[in-house]
């Protein structure tokens, strides 16, 4: 069965840093491009980030470009992500997505 989890969330202030990890299993984490997707208290599902399958190609979310950076160690079967200069604005519910499914979830909370 297909397994995300997501770990490393946390509190922070404005300003600060945090990296986000996501332990994958069940299947072929290497082959697939893989995303992170956020959750902002009392809203919707916000798109994040996206990696190829080599690491090579990543996209991202005007709100977060410049300051959010994606990368994988397919060796580890594990996708991260690093979150700098965080604002109000990003605090939510990260999540790692693998096509229509997605783990349990790491909360950030940037607050001072």
């Known amino acids: 069965a297909v397994q995300l989890v997501e770990s490393g969330g946390g509190l922070v202030q404005p300003g600060g840093s945090l990296r986000l990890s996501c332990a994958a299993s069940g299947f072929p984490f290497s082959s697939n491009v893989m995303n992170w997707v956020r959750q902002a208290p009392g809203k919707g599902l916000e798109w994040v980030s996206r990696?190829?399958?080599?690491?090579?190609?990543?996209a991202y979310a005007d709100s977060v470009k410049g300051r959010f950076t994606v990368s994988r160690d397919n060796a580890k079967n594990t996708l991260y992500l690093q979150l700098n200069s965080l604002k109000t604005e990003d605090t939510g519910v990260y999540y790692c997505?693998?096509?229509?499914?997605r783990g349990q979830g790491t909360q950030v909370t940037v607050s001072s």
């Open positions: 997505a693998y096509a229509t499914m």
């Open positions: 990696i190829d399958s080599s690491g090579g190609i990543t």
